[in-house]
C-alpha cells in the first residue's frame, strides 16, 4: 500500500527526470528511450506482473535501481574480474546514496529511506524476502529484454559457456523467480533450449 500517492509520484517522476539525462540511447518499437529510463520502466514493470502487492520502499527500490548509473562507466575500472566487483559495489552504493537525497527532498522519513537503500544494495540476500524479490525481477529483466543482446554481442561464447552464465545468473533467483522465467516472461525463442538446459 502507498502511503501518500501524490508523493510516490512525484518520486517516482524525479527517478524518471534523472534517467532521462543518460546519453546512452535504446530504440524499442521505433521510439527512442534513454537507456536507463527504459530500464527503469522495465523494472516496475516486471515487478508489477511478479508481485501483486509490493511495499512502497520495493516499488522504489525497482525504480531506482540503476538511476544515473552511466556517470560511473565499466572503463573507469580495470577489466579485470576484480576491477569488475569494485565497480558493482561502487555502483552498489551510489544508486543507494542519490536515491536517499532525492527520496529525503519527497519527503520520505528515515525508516524508509533506509529500507530502500538496503533493497538497492540488496543486504541480506538470503534472508530478506524483498530484497530476494528484487533480485529475481532483476535477472527476470534481463532474460526478457537483454539477454538476446547479450549473446549477440558474445557472439564467440560457445553453448556450454551461456549455460555456464545462466546457471551462476539463475542461482541468484528463489525457486519462484526460477519458475516465473519459464512461464511469466517472454523468452527469446532461439535461445530456448539454451534457457531450459541452464534450469535444468
Known amino acids: ?41 522495465r523494472m516496475s514493470a516486471m515487478l508489477n ?14 525504480r531506482c535501481q540503476h538511476i544515473r548509473r552511466w556517470e560511473i562507466p ?8 576484480a576491477g569488475y566487483y569494485r565497480w558493482r559495489m561502487r555502483l552498489r552504493d551510489f544508486h543507494a546514496e542519490i536515491a536517499a537525497a532525492m527520496l529525503r527532498q519527497a519527503g520520505y522519513d528515515d ?4 529500507r530502500v537503500c538496503s533493497l538497492v544494495k540488496k543486504q541480506s540476500l538470503q534472508l530478506d524476502e524483498e530484497a530476494q524479490t528484487l533480485e ?6 534481463f532474460l526478457e529484454s537483454y539477454l538476446e543482446d547479450f549473446v549477440r ?6 553453448e556450454a559457456k551461456l549455460i555456464d552464465i545462466l546457471r551462476k545468473t539463475l542461482k541468484k533467483m528463489s525457486a519462484r523467480g526460477r519458475k516465473a522465467a519459464l512461464t511469466l516472461i517472454e523468452l ?8 531450459r538446459k541452464a534450469i535444468g
Open 136 to 141: 529475481d525481477v532483476i535477472v527476470l529483466v
Open 49 to 62: 506482473r511478479y508481485v501483486a502487492d509490493a511495499s512502497e520502499p520495493l516499488q522504489l527500490a525497482a
Open 111 to 114: 525508516d524508509t529511506i533506509a
Open 188 to 195: 527469446p525463442s532461439s535461445l530456448l533450449p539454451t534457457i
Open 153 to 158: 554481442t558474445h557472439s564467440s561464447y560457445d
Open 1 to 41: 500500500m502507498i502511503a501518500d500517492q501524490e508523493r510516490f509520484n512525484r518520486t517516482i517522476a524525479s527517478f524518471d527526470a534523472a534517467n532521462c539525462e543518460d546519453p546512452n540511447r535504446e530504440l524499442l518499437d521505433g521510439r527512442d528511450y534513454a537507456k536507463e529510463l527504459l530500464y527503469a520502466e
Open 74 to 81: 565499466r572503463a573507469s575500472y580495470p577489466m579485470t574480474r
